[in-house]
């Protein structure tokens, strides 16, 4: 994929970075101890101190619950799929040698889940469907952590914000499917607040949350949650702890947990202290960090100290990395290992800031890299760089990292340890330019073959009135159908194209009616009463019944049923009762019927009536105008939030038709005028606009890209394509 010159510039800046910096980094054994450093066991020639329990042990917090059953995905939308593009990352975990996860985009905010399968090359988005700010004042931040190629779970979070709750996104299949949690609900919320998340295994886990208060050098509260089912339910309660730096889950002991934190306004040596638990969190037992035993005064040789990125080896033993500063502006940082939960510990000075490991190899990462091979014990410093990099081992050999500088970011890979690195045109897998869904080249058929049918407002707002006409496909010449005696409120063409059903607006009152007549106008009868706000009628595929919603009941306004009719008047019968609904669809293989209700919910029943299923909500209160896909595959509808206006602003929405996933956000600034699909389901023909005067209709792939006006003079609204 090509690039513009300022970005092939930042590659080629990056690469002589890297090739200052990161070919010498992580060399593994080629470099050496230091000679100051001793050879004692363990920790890097520091010895260790003999055990001195030193125990800040503070009130034991309260188990509280709080979850319950996972929350329905129905009110969670995403934004429209990403275009392809480069892949901008900010972090990036491989599974295996080829698929892996990072978040990213190709477009701000970075905030995007993304799964690649060629080893980072190619990424597309398996985020989950949970609405993502774009744009304002505030950035919405994904929080995640992934297990292996299957496992992952996230959550998202406005770091400038103060919920009062959170929710916590898994998935078990790579991304495919994502599973709402139960609500996570906070005691308190503050100033600023900051998600972490790590798992034991596929099903044990913990969620820790920090929120912040400004002033009086600052005050943080805690949250601590445990799932032992995947991240489908969780059990919380409050910890008395200053600003949590780090969360670490023991691998595979589903008990056993370890949370590192820095203490506001900490000064002239307060103790670094750890949280650990062994027994899934019911007690959380405070640790002090002694200095080593033959360097008592390390740590209180500076103003303050806090410790970070904690880590357990699958052998047992844990690490942390400790930074300390000095009011005058000194600091240090050392990576720390326990084998007796903090009791004692060694210390190696390094100049970075995380730690990495694969099995007993490791990384400390910084602007010094450091390695270990033996657990901890003793580590090598390999190189100074720089750069800033957040890496990705699969093995000792095979990484990733995002490397960042002030030219630019890029995702490099090596396959020696670290010996060499090069760089990867990591891309986006979105919408391709002039794809359906993408900008560039026209999706419309513009065949004059292919026919259309709208509808176009006469008079004006007072006493709005629309006539039906039909144009073909290049826009030109539109004809017109009714005769401006009825008001037309929607319609839908016969399977065979040679006749339309239509509902007639009201001559007096609240009833209008259903009505048939042939393609050009003639012939015209009514059939059945129906309701006033219906969408459109829909015509079973075999072209035996037709599908609208009926009179209301006199003695119960809110039931308005979904109603079938023989084109002749005959054998009508109501398929829902207790329901107010809303533009049915039937499904291209004629088994099911999709609707709406006026309180923004989105059903399917079979076609006798039975196996009403709600399949989800919509955004908000409002969800009209339902058609099924071609392929069967999809649904799509209008919906949004009326906020009591007369034509609100809304937004075009696909839904999968099983309901899984919930609704996907198409393109927003629709009007509540109708939709409806391309015959090879590609694309989607729609109205935007806020009045019927003022509606247009454009196309728009069904990715939400490409959006561009019907040819022609595109004045209308509820088209429907013609069979």
Known sequence: MGMNNGGLAVKKRLAYLLSLGMAAVLTGACGSSSDDLADSEPGGGVPTPEATEVLATGPVPTVASFGGEPVSTDSFLVVPPLASGQAALQLVRMSTSQVGWAIGSSQRPLNRVLRTEDGGLTWRDASPPEGLLVGGDTAIEAEGFFLDADHAWVTYYDAGGAPSSANVWSTVDGGATWQASGELAFETSGEFYRPRLNFADANAGWFAATHGFAGMGGSYFNMVFRTVDGGRTWQGQSLDSGDITGLAAAPGDPLRAMITQSVPGAAYGWPIEFFITHDGGRIWRTQELPAPADQPG??????????????????????????????????????????????????????????????????????????????????????????????????????????????????????????????????????????????????WPGDSDCQIGFLTARDDLRNPQSDLFVVGCDGADPVRVTDGTRWVLGFDWSPDGERIALI??????????????????????????????????????????????????????????????????????????????????????GSRIAFSTWSGEIWVTNTDGSGATRLAAGPANLVHWIAWSPDGRLLLFVGGDSHGEAYPPLDLYTLAADGRGGPRLVTGGTSDFGATWCPDSSCILFTQGDSEDSARLFVVGVDGGNLQPFPGDNRGFSPQWRP
């Open 298 to 443: 390390l740590f209180s040789a500076y103003d303050r100290c806090y410790a970070s990125s904690p880590v357990f080896l699958p052998s047992g033993p844990a690490l942390a990395v400790v930074t300390c500063e000095n009011d005058s502006g000194d600091s240090a940082a050392f990576i720390t290992r326990t084998a007796d939960d903090w009791t004692t510990a060694s210390a190696f000075p390094f100049n970075g800031r995380d730690l990495l490991f694969v099995g007993e190899t490791g990384w400390g990462l910084g602007r010094q890299v450091s390695q270990t091979t033996d657990g901890g014990r003793s580590w090598t410093p390999i190189k100074t760089v720089n750069w800033d990099g957040q890496f990705s081992f699969v093995d000792s050999l095979e990484g990733w990292a995002v490397a960042s500088s002030q030219e630019g970011s890029a995702l490099v890979h090596t396959t020696d340890g670290g010996r060499s690195w090069e760089i990867l045109e990591a891309v986006i897998a979105g919408v391709e330019a002039g794809a359906p869904g993408a900008g560039g080249a026209s999706i």
């Open 504 to 589: 007639l607006g009201p001559e007096t009152g609240l009833v209008s009616t259903l009505a048939v007549m042939n393609a050009d106008g003639s012939g015209l009868v009514e059939i059945a009463p129906a309701d006033y706000a219906d969408g459109a009628p829909s015509w079973s595929p075999d072209g035996r019944w037709i599908a609208f919603v009926g009179e209301p009941d006199p003695d119960d306004f809110g039931d308005r049923p979904v109603m079938v009719v023989a084109p002749d008047g005959s054998g009508s019968r109501a398929l829902t009762h207790d329901l107010s609904t809303v533009s049915p669809s039937w499904s291209p293989d």
